[in-house]
C-alpha cells in the first residue's frame, strides 16, 4: 500500500517535520509521487557535504535526476532523529535541524551480510515554506552535513 502523500491532524511542528519523512520514505520505497509531494516547487537547492567536495542540486529536476533516480533503487535505510524546529507562530517558512543516518547498499544486496555499503551519519539543516495553494509545509532547501562515513563510497557513484 502506497504511503498518503499527507496527513491530517498534525500539529504545525510535526507538519514541518513531516516534509523531511516524506523525502526519505520516497527514497527508501522509490514512490516518485511522495518524493515530489515533499518539495516546494522547481525552485529548490540540495546541498550534499559542507567542504570543498560539496554537491549542489539547484533545481527539483536535477535533484530527481541524481538522488531520487539513483537512490531509490537502492536498497537503502533513510532515519533521522533529534529533529530542532524553528519556527515562528503564523509565519510561513521554517528552519529544522536533524541528526541523520543513511545507509546504502546495491540494489537486491542489503540482505548480504558481506555486501557493499555505504553508511553516512551527519546532519541535515532543512528551509521550509508553507504551500500556500495547499497548506503543506515543504523543503526548500536541504544542505547534508557529512560527519562521517564508513564502507564503499563508490556504491553512490
Same mark, same amino acid.
Given at each position: 500500500?502506497?504511503?498518503?502523500?499527507?496527513?491530517?491532524?498534525?500539529?504545525?511542528?510535526?507538519?514541518?517535520?513531516?516534509?523531511?519523512?516524506?523525502?526519505?520514505?520516497?527514497?527508501?520505497?522509490?514512490?516518485?509521487?511522495?518524493?515530489?509531494?515533499a518539495w516546494a516547487g522547481d525552485d529548490? %537547492?540540495?546541498?550534499? /557535504?559542507?567542504?570543498?567536495?560539496?554537491? *549542489?542540486?539547484? +533545481?527539483?529536476?536535477? $535533484?530527481? &535526476?541524481?538522488?531520487?533516480?539513483?537512490?531509490?533503487?537502492?536498497?537503502?535505510?533513510?532515519?533521522?532523529?533529534?529533529p530542532r524546529v524553528y519556527y515562528e507562530?503564523?509565519?510561513?517558512?521554517?528552519?529544522?535541524?536533524?541528526?541523520?543516518?543513511?545507509?546504502?547498499?546495491?540494489?537486491?544486496?542489503?540482505?548480504?551480510?558481506?555486501?557493499?555499503? %555505504?553508511?553516512?551519519? /551527519?546532519?541535515?539543516?532543512?528551509?521550509? *515554506?508553507?504551500? +500556500?495553494?495547499?497548506? $503543506?509545509? &515543504?523543503?526548500?532547501?536541504?544542505?547534508?552535513?557529512?560527519?562521517?562515513?564508513?564502507?564503499?563510497?563508490?556504491?553512490?557513484?
Amino acid at each position: 500500500m502506497a504511503s498518503p502523500y499527507f496527513l491530517s491532524g498534525l500539529t504545525t511542528r510535526e507538519a514541518i517535520i513531516d516534509a523531511m519523512t516524506r523525502v526519505l520514505v520516497a527514497l527508501d520505497e522509490g514512490d516518485a509521487g511522495l518524493f515530489d509531494s515533499a518539495w516546494a516547487g522547481d525552485d529548490v %537547492y540540495v546541498q550534499i /557535504g559542507t567542504d570543498d567536495n560539496k554537491k *549542489v542540486f539547484p +533545481s527539483l529536476a536535477l $535533484v530527481r &535526476k541524481v538522488v531520487f533516480d539513483r537512490v531509490a533503487l537502492m536498497d537503502t535505510t533513510h532515519s533521522f532523529t533529534t529533529p530542532r524546529v524553528y519556527y515562528e507562530e503564523g509565519s510561513d517558512t521554517a528552519r529544522m535541524t536533524a541528526v541523520s543516518l543513511a545507509q546504502h547498499c546495491p540494489e537486491g544486496r542489503g540482505k548480504e551480510p558481506d555486501g557493499p555499503k %555505504y553508511l553516512v551519519g /551527519g546532519q541535515y539543516n532543512v528551509d521550509l *515554506v508553507r504551500d +500556500s495553494a495547499d497548506g $503543506v509545509w &515543504k523543503i526548500k532547501k536541504w544542505v547534508i552535513k557529512i560527519n562521517w562515513a564508513q564502507g564503499d563510497a563508490s556504491i553512490l557513484a
